[in-house]
Nanobody, 124 residues
């Protein structure tokens, strides 16, 4: 059974860099054709696709976040890391990692396995 577990700081100060990790169990993040994404949901708003990395390390980003986002994988630890720089209170959200299954990688329905999410608040 594939499971994803997000972890990271619950509170980050404005202008800092947020770093979150997603640890996978039951599957290898380097398995052929797999894509692993970070998706977030601000309070009271819908899901927002942030970016993804595939099994050979190629990354993809939302145009609106590309300048501040980095997603990379650590094959040895079987985890995917999200870094979001220069955060503001608008980055307050629940952050999820998810595994792609079928369809365009920017659509939420394309992902079949989701972590439980980790809440991040940006506040001074």
């Amino acid at each position: 059974q594939v499971r994803l577990q997000e972890s990271g700081p619950g509170l980050v100060k404005p202008s800092q860099t947020l770093s979150l990790t997603c640890t996978a169990s039951g599957a290898s993040i380097t398995a052929d054709y797999d894509v692993w994404a970070w998706i977030r949901q601000p309070p009271g708003k819908g899901l927002e696709w942030m970016g993804a990395v595939n099994s050979i390390g190629v990354d993809y980003y939302s145009p609106s976040l590309k300048s501040r986002t980095s997603i990379y994988r650590d094959a040895a630890k079987n985890r995917i890391t999200l870094q979001l720089s220069t955060v503001t209170p608008e980055d307050t959200a629940t952050y999820y990692c998810a595994r792609w299954d079928l369809g365009p990688i920017t659509t939420m329905s394309a992902y079949d396995i989701w972590g439980r999410g980790t809440q991040v608040t940006v506040s001074s």
